[in-house]
């Protein structure tokens, strides 16, 4: 897909490099697209229409169709840029303790059981928000302050009196991100929830300046469409829809994972990541065993803590709080 852009931009050389690779890009559908734009637009208008009504419940859409439809959306209507996510950013990600496995010890023992299923493992990976059938995927919350151990509860929809294990982890060099729907905040005219790069921003000029204006519609169309789905509470169709979408944005052996907002906690930025970046970008620092004793709503949750747990190898080393 020509719309996709390798290598991260982590110098004033390379931003420049990059600029000058999306306006060529950006000029050259402009002067190919743009005497069709109203055409463009009804089209892309339509397919989405047929997707919100497969969700609903309203149409039937085979995996082909699917397959073909998304891939067209992203191929001819989507720019997306890979950005850098760096060093030393920390994540987490929880899991929920199974009481039936709870003899003394609330907690796992085995870094793995906190982490993405193996390919050995008995458990075969569900159909997830962004991840296929049969295929793992890490899926973690940014830590950027005290109050996101909140969003990482919330993304397992925890309940009072249930115990969770949490796992954090620090990346050890720069990821290559991509950032889903970002667009939308711009065409709303509010920032967005997280930073990001200057040269979003910059692009969604650029497009709004070269492209007629259906066929900049059609671009809006598009990234408030994917914003949306990947926002919305979880449906069997919904998965069958976002979970191929993500595997186009992950299609690339340089990009390591997708930023998105988390459905549970509004605004709040969350990641899936390939096993892969997992494995070999991740330090796992420390662990802990929570007991939730209030959930406020909103994710906000008191939870005290039961047990801290030291990463030794593929162990967990747990000791009383």
């Known amino acids: 897909m020509d719309n996709f852009f390798g290598g991260m931009i982590e110098t004033e050389v390379g931003l420049n490099e990059e600029r ?16 069709n734009a109203l055409e463009y637009c009804n089209e892309v208008s339509l397919i989405i229409k047929q997707f919100n009504s497969f969700i609903d419940g309203n149409l039937d859409l085979n995996s082909g169709m699917i397959k073909r439809n998304l891939a067209y ?19 987490a990600r929880a899991v929920k303790f199974d009481e039936s496995e709870w003899n003394t010890k609330p907690y796992y023992e085995d870094v793995s059981r906190l982490s993405y299923i193996p390919k050995d493992s008995k458990v075969i990976p569900k159909i997830g928000r962004l ?15 005290d109050n996101d151990i909140n969003v990482v509860l919330s993304e397992v929809k925890v309940l009072e009196n249930e115990i969770v294990n949490i796992l954090e982890s620090t990346i050890k060099e720069t990821f290559s991100v991509r950032y889903i729907g970002v667009y939308d905040y711009f065409r709303r005219g509010v920032n967005p929830s997280f ?56 299609d690339d ?25 997992i494995d070999t970008k991740v330090i796992h620092n420390r662990a802990e065993s929570l007991k939730v004793k209030k959930c406020f709503g909103y994710a906000i949750y008191y939870a005290e803590t039961l047990y801290r747990g030291t990463i030794i190898n593929d162990k967990i080393e747990w000791k009383t709080s």
């Open 20 to 35: 000058r690779k999306i306006k060529s890009l950006i000029d050259r559908k402009a002067e190919a697209e743009n005497p």
């Open 73 to 91: 959306l992203v191929a001819q209507f989507t720019i997306t840029l890979d950005m850098p996510l760096p060093k030393d950013t920390k994540i």
């Open 131 to 145: 991840n296929v059938h049969n295929k793992a995927m890490y899926y973690a919350c940014l830590i950027q302050n």
């Open 195 to 250: 930073n990001v790069h200057c040269l979003y921003k910059e692009t969604y000029n650029y497009l709004k300046d070269r492209f007629d204006k259906y066929l900049f519609t059609a671009h809006g169309l598009c990234d408030s469409f994917f914003s949306d789905i990947l926002r919305r509470k979880s449906s069997p169709r919904l998965y069958e829809v976002t979970s191929v979408l993500a595997s186009f944005f992950l």
């Open 253 to 277: 052996e340089h990009v390591d994972g997708l930023l998105y907002l988390s459905v549970q906690a509004e605004g709040s930025p969350v990641l899936v990541i390939k096993p892969s970046s």
